[in-house]
Each structure stands twice: as structure tokens, then as C-alpha cells.
């Protein structure tokens, strides 16, 4: 089976429901690697990574989330298979460049 790596941003109200972590615990049972975070724009952004089935079946959980998500869009964006991720992480620090104070 062929190994795929998504990008996916979810939006409605899908922070302060426990989304990331059910989305870890979701990926972890099946077998799926990669992360998942908060965004400043009050939707998660998630990268995903497995067997395309494994991969399919987490995008569709994301469509629904958790209870107490509302979800109101997905977005997912293939990418080129990025190196492997070690697991599954929820990230708790935004990643992106900030510019120094002048």
C-alpha cells in the first residue's frame, strides 16, 4: 500500500473541545504519524502521515472531531512525503518565523 502525507486545517469550533488530543489518541490506535496544533486563526492544523487507508479514515474523523466539535470546514492539502514523524505529537507552541522587535 502507498504511504501518504496530508495537510489539513480544520475550522468551526474545534478549539477548547479537546480536538487535538482526540485526534492524537484517534491517529495513535490507527497507526498513523504526524502532529497536530492550534493556529492563531482558531482553527487546527494537522500534518498526517501513513498507509492511505490510515490516512483516509483519521481525515474522516477530523471531518466530524470530537463531541463538543463543530466542524464546518476541512481543507487537505497533499504534500511530498516529508521525513517520517516519530509518532504522533500535539503541538503546544506555534512554530512559524516571527520577526524581531525593531
Do not use: C
Amino acid at each position: 500500500m502507498a504511504r501518504v502525507s496530508f495537510k489539513l486545517v480544520v475550522s468551526g469550533e474545534v478549539q477548547g473541545v479537546a480536538f487535538r488530543a482526540s485526534m492524537r489518541d484517534f491517529a495513535e490506535r490507527e497507526g498513523v504519524k504526524g502532529w497536530v496544533r492550534n493556529r492563531d486563526d482558531g482553527a487546527v492544523e494537522a500534518l498526517v502521515q501513513g498507509e492511505e487507508a490510515q490516512v483516509e479514515r483519521i481525515i474522516e474523523w477530523a471531518r466530524v472531531g470530537p463531541p463538543g466539535a463543530h466542524v464546518t470546514s476541512l481543507e487537505r492539502h497533499r504534500v511530498e512525503e516529508r521525513p517520517p514523524q516519530a509518532g504522533f505529537r500535539v503541538l503546544v507552541q506555534s512554530y512559524q518565523r516571527r520577526t524581531a522587535n525593531r
